[in-house]
């Protein structure tokens, strides 16, 4: 956009006759509602009026505990310091997703964030990897991966700001209290002039010209006008599918998990893991998040396999330490809207879509709508043209991440109950057959420029669960094996070294923690 379209739009966002801002309200706190106020305030606060509606009677999901590291861009783009941030919400560090049990019992491997290895001449690590396997001279692909490397051995550091190619080759998140994260936004959206609105909306008002949403209406009667309403209501979905109907695109045909008992419990002492564990159960798959002085818990599972009742009584048997609560079912359907900006509502979280935590996309889901809306942010005429890029964008971005996540289960040769007999017969979306059949040919996986999951996590999860493709590029086999096998040797060499000199988990922590205090 030019410099000249985008002042005249920042003025559009004022009234032609008054001056005044652009009105904006959210409805709905919670993760979601928070992260839109925190951000919009943040990047657009001169040019517009935020006010975010939310009840403290109305409880919030709050189990999202997991992140991926976009989330770190997030926080620090707001100018949250990291360290502050990660006390206030109990946090840990994140290097990845341990899958246990998915490709078949007894198995296991690490969704790393971070890089195989190096490419070389426009060829990806994996295709050398592959030449090397079937030559009988390479190591797992882990041991060819820094970050799962430290991971399982309990260790973490940041990544240099200066450093080589190693030092880089890897990115993090964090694990925490998500019930502590809204509460932080807040207090940063109320200091730059977010105001917060108590109070439950009843009603809605339409503007009889254009049928859009004019106002809404508190139980105390309270009228609240705007010119753009973000529906931040979770799963009830007060404008966006309440009062605008727009349909839900349900894919519970290939995610049939619909429901999810979670608990916290005590920790029980030792290691603290630099990473998630999702293990695969007879109908679905289970959690644990190791937080600072908790581990979150979960049973995401499907109600047509199992009863709520014998879930909840699988997970507590699961748990390592004594639970902190009773456990919490949770019911959701996998799918999102048809659209999520129409007319002057924009749906940003559950009232948008759902996928489940399985490669802990939850937050990142929000984060990506808010990033986009900003970046799209309309002035009063509410174009068409935005609203189409927006879900677009959106749209992409869920379908990739349905995929994904349809990968885990397909890709199985499970065969041991009802549920994993069901998925790996199920018929797949044609996008995630295409990706499956150039994988098994070549080993190539599909490029896109931008969005989630690239190459190492698709990587990652096919050889993790036991797709070997029956062949590799061919400019991989141009080195000499000797040539090859020395850098393979060296780079594990390396790997295994740089591991060994990073801080234990918990004493890395621990450092943070008393620097924080001082």
Not at 37 to 66: P, T
Not at 82 to 110: H, N
Not at 237 to 243: P, R, T
Not at 292 to 301: K, M, T
Request: proline share 5%; net charge negative.
């Amino acid at each position: 956009m030019s410099q000249d379209a985008r002042s005249s739009r920042e003025d559009a966002r004022r009234d032609p006759s008054a001056g005044d801002p652009m009105r904006v309200v959210i409805v709905g706190g919670g993760t979601a509602g928070w992260m839109a106020a925190a951000a919009l305030s943040r990047f657009l606060g001169s040019q517009i009026d935020i006010r975010l509606i939310e009840s403290e009677e109305i409880g919030v999901v709050g189990v999202g505990e997991a992140t991926l590291p976009h989330l770190r861009a997030f926080i620090q783009r707001l100018g949250i310091d990291e360290a502050e941030f990660m006390e206030a919400t109990g946090a840990t560090f994140k290097l990845g997703i341990d899958f246990r049990d998915f490709g078949a019992i007894g198995e296991s491997y690490i969704h790393p964030f971070g890089a195989y290895g190096f490419d070389l001449a426009d060829v990806g690590f994996h295709h050398y990897w592959l030449r090397g396997r079937a030559n009988g001279a390479a190591l797992p692909i882990d041991e060819y991966s820094l970050p799962i490397t430290a991971a399982r051995a309990n260790r973490f550091t940041r990544p240099p700001a200066v450093g080589d190619q190693l030092d880089s080759s890897f990115g993090y998140a964090y694990q925490f209290d998500a019930t502590k994260f809204a509460p932080l936004l807040r207090r940063f959206s109320e200091k730059r002039a977010v105001a917060r609105t108590e109070g439950k909306v009843v009603g809605v008002e339409r503007a009889g010209e254009t049928g859009d949403i004019a106002a809404v209406t508190l139980e105390d009667g309270r009228r609240i006008a705007a010119d753009l309403f973000i529906d931040c209501s979770g799963f009830r979905a007060l404008l966006i599918g309440g009062e605008l109907d727009k349909a839900w695109e349900d894919w519970s045909e290939w995610l049939p998990c619909n429901r999810a008992a979670a608990l916290p419990c005590e920790a029980p002492g030792g290691p603290i893991e630099p990473y998630t564990r999702a293990t695969a159960m007879p109908a679905g798959w289970r959690w644990r998040i190791p937080l600072r002085r908790r581990i979150g818990n979960g049973y995401v599972f499907s109600s047509a396999h199992l009863s709520e009742d014998e879930a909840c009584a699988q997970i507590l048997d699961a748990i390592e330490g004594e639970p902190l609560a009773d456990p919490r079912v949770l019911r959701f359907r996998a799918g999102r809207r048809r659209r999520s900006w129409v007319r002057n509502v924009v749906a940003i979280g559950l009232a948008g879509g759902f996928l489940e935590p399985l490669e802990s996309t939850s937050i990142h889901l929000v984060q990506m709508a808010i990033t986009r809306l900003i970046e799209l942010f309309p002035d009063r005429s509410m174009s068409a043209l935005d609203r189409n890029e927006y879900n677009r964008l959106v749209d992409l971005e869920y379908d990739r991440v349905r995929d994904f996540l349809i990968l885990h289960y397909h890709a199985t040769r499970r065969d041991d109950s009802d549920f994993w007999r069901h998925v790996r017969g199920m018929a797949i979306p044609e996008t995630l057959r295409r990706k499956m059949a150039l994988w098994e040919g070549s080993g190539h996986v599909e490029h896109y420029s931008e969005g989630l999951f690239l190459e190492p996590s698709w990587v990652a999860v096919y050889l993790g669960q036991g797709i070997v493709p029956a062949g590799h590029d061919p400019r991989a086999d141009n080195p000499p094996d000797a040539a090859l096998a020395k850098a393979m040797a060296d780079l594990s060499g390396e790997i295994a070294r740089r591991v060994a000199a990073m801080p234990d988990h918990r004493e890395m922590l621990e450092r943070q923690r008393v620097r924080v205090a001082a």
